[in-house]
């Protein structure tokens, strides 16, 4: 072949191997990944999320400690929601404000954006529905917190105009009442007890006259009439009624008796079998002992309180005094009650002269030491204190002839129910007012 025909020749196959069969490369060529789908482009529905049910915060009312200060009645909560998109909560019941006098309202929060259902409200104490009565203008609540009251009503006497019988509720309302029948109104004074029995009728004493029981109709259904009755009664678990003879008892006298239904004395206590010695001798003050409190306790012994003596003493049930409590640390005791863990809790007078002046005050003192381990002065106008009970809530129940507080352990009033009428000072303003109050937990 000629040069320059191999030189083309040449030139014609190196041409044909640099371009390549093209076409036949998608048969044996690795496809290139690609990336998964933007949600731009190709939109994934999302995991369904449950949509969070709402919560409600509530500022919490601080319960005192014994370092605090004086603890002003707190606002009531103010309900703060959880930002949105959320349904919002159903209402949920508020607690009263505790001044003025508070009525069970509630503060919805916003209606739901969308027909979700609601979630179950959390009940609380307050959304428990309080018995409503009338209100009485001559019964007073100043001071109510819903969250640290002990629950219940409360059954006191009332003496003052005409002398009744009322079981009140939170607010003062009266739900029952029972005014004492005109024939017996000379004997509510000084000072008349009540207490609720488990027939739900009442019991209660009228001094220098008797003991009567009236069923809630105003019925009278049983009765023991003696001059000797003081100030206390108590309807025992085997029916029998245990009570005091302290108005203007003698030496002769017993100062504590138990009587059966049928009214036989089947039990009694004279305390010159113990006490007819220095320095109780020659001590009188309306009556020799003026004994005011019974107690059966739960070992079967008796707790009783000699006013006079200035201390109280526990009786086992053959007459002797198992011991003595209070003696240097009272001063004109009234209701002593005995403590689960032992301590008495009493409201005191100091009516002595070397106490006289000294602020009247419920104080509770160790069972063994006689120590006073607490107490709560009460102010001069709600003078003579009369009565004090420990609550379930471990409150203080505390009955001055005005006034009627709950406080906690550390001193700060919750409740207080007072009486809207002044008692001025005499012979007789001693008897007039309130004497004794008990709540009554579970209404």
Request: proline share 13%; with cysteine; hydrophobic share 40%.
């Given at each position: 072949?000629?040069?320059?025909?191999?030189?083309?020749?040449?030139?014609?196959v190196?041409?044909?191997?640099?371009?390549?069969?093209?076409?036949?490369?998608?048969?044996?060529?690795?496809?290139?990944?690609?990336a998964?789908?933007a949600a731009?482009?190709?939109?994934?529905?999302?995991?369904p999320?449950?949509?969070?049910?709402p919560?409600?915060?509530r500022?919490?009312?601080p319960?005192?400690?014994?370092?605090?200060?004086?603890?002003?009645?707190?606002?009531?909560?103010?309900?703060?929601?959880?930002?949105?998109?959320?349904?919002?909560?159903?209402?949920?019941?508020?607690?009263?404000?505790?001044?003025?006098?508070?009525?069970?309202?509630?503060?919805?929060?916003?209606?739901?954006?969308?027909p979700?259902a609601?979630p179950?409200?959390?009940?609380?104490r307050?959304?428990?529905?309080?018995?409503?009565?009338?209100?009485?203008?001559?019964?007073?609540v100043?001071?109510?917190?819903?969250?640290?009251?002990s629950?219940?009503?409360?059954l006191?006497?009332?003496?003052?105009?005409?002398?009744?019988?009322?079981e009140?509720?939170?607010?003062?309302?009266?739900?029952?009442?029972?005014?004492?029948?005109n024939?017996?109104?000379?004997?509510?004074?000084?000072?008349f007890?009540?207490?609720l029995?488990?027939n739900?009728?009442?019991?209660f004493?009228l001094?220098g006259?008797g003991?009567?029981?009236?069923?809630?109709?105003?019925?009278?259904?049983?009765?023991?009439?003696?001059?000797?009755i003081?100030?206390?009664?108590?309807?025992l678990?085997?029916?029998?009624?245990?009570?005091?003879?302290?108005?203007?008892?003698?030496r002769?006298?017993?100062?504590?008796?138990?009587?059966?239904p049928?009214?036989?004395v089947v039990?009694?206590?004279?305390?010159?079998?113990?006490?007819?010695?220095?320095?109780?001798r020659?001590?009188?003050?309306?009556?020799?002992?003026?004994?005011?409190?019974?107690?059966?306790?739960?070992?079967?012994?008796?707790?009783i309180?000699?006013?006079?003596?200035?201390?109280?003493?526990?009786?086992d049930?053959?007459?002797?005094?198992?011991?003595?409590?209070?003696?240097g640390?009272?001063?004109?005791?009234?209701?002593p009650?005995?403590?689960?863990?032992?301590?008495l809790?009493?409201a005191?007078?100091?009516?002595?002269?070397?106490?006289?002046?000294?602020?009247?005050?419920?104080i509770?003192?160790?069972?063994?030491?006689?120590a006073i381990?607490?107490?709560?002065?009460?102010?001069f106008?709600?003078?003579?204190?009369?009565?004090?009970?420990?609550?379930?809530?471990?409150?203080?129940l505390?009955t001055?002839?005005?006034?009627i507080?709950?406080?906690?352990?550390?001193?700060?009033?919750?409740?207080?129910?007072r009486l809207?009428?002044?008692?001025?000072?005499?012979?007789?303003?001693a008897g007039?007012?309130?004497?004794k109050a008990?709540r009554?937990?579970?209404?």
């Amino acid at each position: 072949m000629p040069p320059r025909t191999l030189s083309l020749f040449a030139a014609l196959v190196l041409l044909t191997s640099c371009a390549g069969p093209a076409r036949v490369s998608t048969s044996t060529a690795t496809p290139v990944p690609t990336a998964p789908p933007a949600a731009v482009s190709t939109p994934v529905p999302a995991v369904p999320t449950p949509v969070p049910q709402p919560t409600v915060v509530r500022t919490a009312t601080p319960v005192p400690n014994a370092t605090s200060p004086q603890m002003a009645p707190p606002a009531a909560p103010t309900p703060t929601v959880a930002p949105p998109p959320t349904p919002a909560a159903t209402p949920t019941a508020v607690p009263p404000t505790p001044t003025p006098v508070p009525a069970q309202t509630s503060t919805p929060t916003a209606e739901p954006a969308a027909p979700t259902a609601a979630p179950v409200p959390t009940p609380t104490r307050s959304a428990v529905a309080m018995p409503r009565g009338r209100v009485d203008p001559l019964l007073v609540v100043d001071v109510y917190e819903a969250a640290l009251v002990s629950p219940g009503t409360t059954l006191l006497p009332v003496q003052v105009d005409s002398p009744r019988i009322v079981e009140v509720n939170a607010l003062g309302e009266v739900l029952w009442e029972y005014r004492i029948p005109n024939a017996l109104r000379a004997f509510t004074n000084p000072g008349f007890d009540a207490e609720l029995l488990s027939n739900d009728h009442i019991l209660f004493v009228l001094p220098g006259n008797g003991v009567y029981e009236v069923d809630r109709s105003g019925t009278i259904v049983w009765s023991y009439r003696t001059t000797k009755i003081s100030h206390d009664a108590d309807r025992l678990p085997n029916g029998n009624t245990i009570f005091v003879f302290g108005n203007n008892d003698t030496r002769d006298d017993p100062q504590v008796v138990e009587v059966d239904p049928g009214g036989k004395v089947v039990w009694s206590w004279y305390a010159k079998d113990h006490f007819d010695r220095a320095p109780y001798r020659d001590v009188s003050s309306e009556g020799w002992t003026h004994t005011n409190s019974v107690q059966r306790l739960a070992n079967g012994n008796t707790q009783i309180c000699l006013r006079n003596f200035q201390l109280v003493a526990e009786v086992d049930p053959r007459g002797a005094v198992v011991r003595t409590m209070g003696e240097g640390s009272l001063d004109g005791p009234h209701d002593p009650v005995l403590l689960a863990g032992g301590n008495l809790l009493v409201a005191t007078q100091n009516t002595l002269a070397v106490n006289r002046g000294k602020p009247q005050a419920a104080i509770e003192i160790d069972g063994t030491t006689g120590a006073i381990v607490w107490g709560y002065p009460i102010a001069f106008a709600s003078w003579p204190v009369r009565d004090a009970n420990r609550l379930a809530n471990g409150n203080t129940l505390i009955t001055g002839s005005t006034t009627i507080v709950e406080v906690t352990p550390q001193r700060n009033v919750v409740w207080q129910l007072r009486l809207n009428r002044t008692i001025q000072p005499g012979p007789e303003s001693a008897g007039l007012g309130f004497y004794k109050a008990d709540r009554i937990a579970g209404r």
